[in-house]
Each structure stands twice: as C-alpha cells, then as structure tokens.
C-alpha cells in the first residue's frame, strides 16, 4: 500500500487513503490488522496514467475513473481518480464523470460523512470535512449534505444506509429514514446484483436487526422481499412472545454472523406465516399449518430476482422449507437419520442451527432449547458414526443392482435403490452386499410402494 501510494507521489500525483480501511482505522475497530485492510486509494491522476505507472493492473471500472492495482504480494489496491459529482439523472450513475484534482471536491460526492474521511499517506493527517470521526465517535449515520438529495442520485444508497448502520451499530441522523422513504421510487432502477451484495454485507453485522428495522420503516422491506412486510403485527400466541416480524428479527440475529446465507434463510423462514394464519384455542394462539413450504416458495422468487448464486438459491431454500423441526426425545435412531435423509446432509447442520436460533426467537420456549441440543447431539452421532444416509452410502449401487437382477437401466432400479435405503435407515446393519442384493431380488417385480 505504502509502495503504491510512494510511486504515485513520486511521479507528481496528488494521493489519499480513503473508503472502509480510513473508516475502520478512525473507529479503532476491534482487532483491526492494518494488513489485512482493504485499501481504497483516491488520486489526481487519471486511470491511463495509473494504468502506466504500475505493471500489474485491471481496469475495473475506467469509465467511473477505477482501476485496480496488483500490488507486488498480490494484493489488490483500487484506485480511484478523484471525481466530482457529475449530474444523476436515472438513479444509478452519474451522467458524465468529472474527474477533478483536489480531494476535497472528490470526498463532497461520498455518500456518509463516515465515508468522506481521507488520509494523507504522506503526513497521517485526517481530512475531514463533514465531521466522520465525531459522528463514528457518537454512533451516528448522516448523509453528507442533504439526505434526499444523495438518496435520490443513487438509490442503492437507502440499502448502503441500512447496511453501514447494522455493520457499524450507528443510529441514524434525524431525518435519514424519512429521506430513504421519499426515495423508493428511484430503488427500482438499482441493479439486483448490487442490492444482493449490500444484503449480504449486512448479515455479517453483529445484529443485522438494526438495519433490517429501518428498511422496513421506510418501506424498503415490501420492494426487497415482496409479503414479507406482511409479517409485521401478525400475532402468533403460544409459545411466541413476538409478533412474526420481531421474531423474524431475532431470529436473524441469534444465527452466527460468520454465515450471512443462514441470517438470509432466517430473515425469510416465517415469510409464509400471513398467509397460512389460523386463529386456535379460542384466538389464544395462531396455528400457520404449511407455513415452511409455502415460505420456501416466496424465497425461492425473491432469491432468483436479486440474482443470488443458484447453489445459494437452493440452498436457502432448502433450509427454509425444513426449519420445522418437531423433534422429541421418543425419535429412534432411525427417525434421527430419516431426518438427516429428508433435510439432506450439506444442510442439516444449518438447519439445526436455525432451529436452535428460531427457538431462542420465541421468548416463552426456553424448555425446547435442551430438546434442540439433544437433535443436534443424536445428528452428530449418527454422521460420524459413519450410518448410510443417502443412496450414496449404499454398499451397492445401481450397477450392482443391474447386474445381480439382469435388468436394463430405468425407473426400477432407482426404485429398488430407495427401498434399500429405507431398509438400511431403519437398520444400519443390513448395509451388506449380500443382505441387500437378495433384498434387491425380494423387491424386483414385488410389490410396489408400500
Ligand atoms: P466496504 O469496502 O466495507 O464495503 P467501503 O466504504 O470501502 O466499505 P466501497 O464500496 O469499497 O465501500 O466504496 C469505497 C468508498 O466509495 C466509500 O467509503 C464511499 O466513500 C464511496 N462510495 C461507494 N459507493 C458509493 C455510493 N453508492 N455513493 C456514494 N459514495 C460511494
Ligand atoms: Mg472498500
């Protein structure tokens, strides 16, 4: 970083630290390893000249002034020629960059006072003109200048406000969430890759409640994540002491923020709860009979629309569609691994662990969470205790089975193959060769389910 900043002041250039790395390094965040920061550089020189000076660079975003340099150990380094505000008018990009040669002017068109601080990599000193490091000091989000005006030139900036308040702990600026919720109409225009991107930056927060909360507010919730916002008042009784949104909430904080993909299955695990509401026990509680499937549902539409990866797509919903977990101490061993076998063994940890995270949401089901322990203890058991779970683990496969029974490949032996499972589920000790090729003989024209 140091070289890289050295060799742009060598050859006349006017170079600052800016972005994340300044804001982490003024806020002391905890165990912050200035190695492992990543740098934003803002500099006079244009991106060609950047492109000269440096052997190793990838012109990332020329047009928007950045290019990305490779620094010599490999890490990467953008860098950005400093730039004015040029005109908004679709919401999305400025109509034409400006490239300037102060950085004063470049730091006036960052969206949060937090995000306009530079650093002079030569002297260490901090600029800063709006006043970042008294807001971070005092926890507090602003826009620089006036909020609707920054929120109605790029719409992705409501999301980045919610976003920097859940990462950070920051409340907003008076006025903040009024000017994200004057601005949904430009939202519409934000690409759905970079909303997925802010998205998923705000589950790695601590408690992404914080920024989630705001979005609703201002009526971003019912864009993102259309019904979901029906979740809210919905009351549930029984073991609930929330309503479906605060306990959504809590649900999505008590899951481990080193998987934002679990604190998205949470934030979307009830989703299907207004719609399958039916008042119980004389209104005393709410029964919402089919809720995961029909939750599995709406994520799968909102997932595909905000371009999550496939794998992450199915994923998410395949933790949603089994969060309901109706365990008891009486499951057998067999029922334990029909479990893993049904919720699939790549999922059925995050399962549990949502499980565990929905229960502790509920408020009055403290009494499950031992129960929810016990599943995820039995589970663990019968994984490394090496039980066939999946057709996969069978000794024999369908050549085997072709083979033995002299049939050609089709439907049967995908037939037998998951009849065999099932008898290998209930008794792991029949997963022979022997036991199961005379049991493939016995099923072979025998009868069919059942
Ligand atoms: P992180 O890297 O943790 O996402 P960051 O603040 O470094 O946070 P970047 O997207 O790397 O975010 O952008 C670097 C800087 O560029 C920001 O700090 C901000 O000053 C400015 N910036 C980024 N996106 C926008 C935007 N949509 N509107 C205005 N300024 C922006
Ligand atoms: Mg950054």
């Known amino acids: ?97 400006r490239f300037v040669s102060d950085i004063e002017a470049d730091l006036a068109r960052r969206d949060f006072t937090i995000n ?15 006043g970042g490091r008294t807001d971070l000091d005092a926890g507090v989000l602003r826009a620089v200048g006036d909020p609707q005006e920054r929120f109605n030139e790029d719409g992705l900036r409501p999301l980045r406000a919610a976003r920097f308040a859940a990462v950070l702990g920051l409340d907003p600026a008076s006025g903040l969430v009024q000017a994200m919720a004057a601005a949904t109409g430009v939202f519409a225009r934000v690409s759905a890759e970079r909303k997925r991107d802010e998205i998923l930056k705000m589950m790695g927060a601590s408690r ?12 971003y919730v ?7 916002e ?24 008590n899951c481990p923020a080193a998987d934002p993909r679990l604190r998205v299955a949470a934030l979307m695990h009830d989703a299907g709860k207004p719609a399958t509401a039916q008042a119980d ?25 905000l371009r999550f990866r496939r794998e992450d797509q199915e994923w998410i919903c395949r933790v949603v569609r089994h969060h309901v977990v109706m365990y008891t101490p009486a499951w057998t061993g067999a029922a334990v691994r029909r479990f893993i076998n049904r919720v699939g063994e790549k999922t059925v940890g995050a399962v549990l662990t949502l499980a565990m995270a929905d229960v502790r949401a509920q408020g009055r089901s403290g009494h499950l969470v031992p129960l929810a322990e016990e599943l995820g ?3 663990r058991e019968e994984i490394i205790g090496g039980a066939a779970l999946s057709i996969g683990d069978l000794v024999v496969n369908g050549d085997d089975v072709m083979v033995h029974l002299g049939i050609p490949p089709g439907p049967e032996v995908g037939r ?35």
């Open 208 to 219: 992404p409640s914080r920024g989630l909360r705001m979005l609703e507010q201002a009526g």
């Open 116 to 130: 306009a601080m530079a650093l002079d990599p030569g002297s260490g000193a901090l600029l800063d003109p709006y």
């Open 281 to 305: 026990e004389g209104e005393a509680r709410t029964r919402f009979h089919g809720h995961e499937k029909v939750g599995a549902r709406m994520a799968e539409a909102w997932l595909a629309d």
């Open 416 to 450: 037998i193959l998951s009849r065999l499972l099932d008898e290998v589920l209930d008794d792991p000790a029949k997963n022979t060769r022997d036991v199961l090729l005379a049991l493939a003989s016995r099923l072979h024209g025998g009868p069919e389910e059942g």
């Open 377 to 379: 203890r039995r589970v």
């Open 1 to 97: 970083m140091i070289r890289t900043c050295r060799a742009l002041a060598d050859a006349g250039h006017s170079v600052h630290l800016v972005g994340g790395a300044v804001r982490d390094l003024v806020r002391g965040a905890p165990g912050l390893v200035p190695e492992s920061l990543e740098w934003d550089m803002a500099t006079s020189a244009t991106p060609e000249k950047v492109m000269d000076l440096f052997p190793r660079t990838v012109p990332t975003g020329v047009k928007h002034g950045t290019v990305t340099v490779i620094a010599p150990g490999g890490r990467t380094i953008e860098v950005t020629t400093y730039r004015g505000e040029g005109g908004y008018t679709d919401g999305r990009h400025p109509d034409s960059v």
């Open 222 to 228: 019912r864009l993102l994540f259309p019904g979901l």
């Open 230 to 253: 029906k979740t809210v008042g919905v009351k549930q009784g029984g073991w609930h002491e929330h309503d479906v949104w605060d306990h959504t909430l809590l649900c999505v904080d």
